[in-house]
């Protein structure tokens, strides 16, 4: 099986990564490519409600609790102190798909855009230290690099970039 194209969306707290992550799934799609996709979180998350069966069954001591519906599938791996998975890791458990689309992993090893926003809480540039990052998106001007420069939400010029980096193929409909 070959490797899955993958792409990186990095940026600080409250820079427009998920907005900018969201449009383009939702460009991607429409253009008939599957996407999946990876969200680093900084923080303690709970994707389960408490009193729920599933809820129960982890704080009962399951190592992985696996929810299935006719509509969707999860399955929540409890790391109880181990520590977290490498990002090779987390990619390989996904099923095959034309792109996946990474948000935050900032210091991965991967092409990646940097998003920029005025109300960011830290404005510091990623790109001059990162030579990973092969593009900007800003909701300003960006006058300091000699990256292709995008408007954070001109999400088709973006997607268009970014299936040239990665070489995708048109997909088969």
Known sequence: MTAPKIFGIAGWKNSGKTGLAVRLVTEFTRRGYRISTIKHAHHDFDIDKVGADSYRHRQAGAHEVTIV?????????????APEPEFEEILARLAPCDLVLIEGYKREPIPKIEARRLEAANREPLAPSDPHICAIAADHAVTDTALPVFDLDDTGAIADFIADIVGLEQPRL
């Open 69 to 81: 519906s006719g509509t969707r599938y999860a399955i929540m791996h409890e790391l109880r102190g």
